[in-house]
DNA sequence: GTCAGCGGTATCCAGGTGGTAACTGCCCTC
DNA sequence: GAGGGCAGTTACCACCTGGATACCGCTGAC
């Protein structure tokens, strides 16, 4: 399997920055990794397209998260370059569900919550 | 709606500490709170029963973060005596779907990934 | 009047998370 | 043989979260 579209470096642009969510999947970026790997591997250089607000130190430990946690797999291709990809193992992939329950819950709830921190802070 | 009946001091003991899943909803504690919640309003020593590993300090915090959110609300009853009341908005239980979802996922999936913690330290 | 229970606060502190900046080794191309 | 891309690593640092411990004001019961 091999992926279709490249990253767009805006892909996260319009998302929400996590740390405004209720929820967390993993670390601060598991979440959009696992968005990337979607629909195919991605190579290390790949993901830090839309990523690129992540240094590649904080990118290496949310692989190596996900990684250990049996989530996305590593494979290296010593020949005839260098080449990593990462991709979402079936674990990984079955993780899409909660997520995108989750994600349909932000969406439909996003202005409410918006509306409760607003309300919250200057009543 | 009053609840039915008291929240049990073990009533979370079995379940896997929640630094050990790859999500979290809200803070560290935020989803158990909300479990206790589900079925009718609770006073805060009411919530302390369950949650005994939390001092009040951080059950505050998290119940201050929810309130925030518009997902729990706190109810003062000055008289006849101090009763301080927390209860779910109709945002903190929808949000149980997602929840939901998220804790069916991990009990479907929590074999595999302690696995793949143990085999990830120690090949 | 003292004491227990309720619903918290105040203060301090340790560890973990995320970020910056610079650097590395390897291969390939020019 | 110099430079550039790939896939990171290293060292250092700031902030935030969560926890320990102690304390607070109020009320009602004894």
Redo the contacts with the bound molecule.
């Keep these: 399997m091999t992926h279709r579209q490249p990253l767009a470096p805006d892909m996260f642009d319009e998302l929400c920055p996590s740390s405004l969510l209720p929820f967390r999947f993993g ?2 970026w598991a979440a959009l990794v696992i968005r990337c790997l979607e629909d195919g591997p991605r ?3 790949e993901l830090r397209v839309p990523l690129r ?6 990118l ?2 949310s692989l190596r998260g996900l990684e250990r946690d049996g989530l996305v797999s ?1 494979t290296v291709h010593a020949a ?5 990809e990462y991709a979402l193992t079936p674990l990984g992939r079955s993780m899409l569900e909660p997520l995108d329950a989750a994600c349909a819950w932000a969406a439909a709830h996003w202005d409410e919550l918006l509306d409760a921190r607003d309300s919250y802070n200057a009543p």
């Design positions: 670390d601060k190579r290390f250089s607000r992540v240094t590649p130190k904080v290496t430990q590593r005839p370059e260098l080449r990593v």
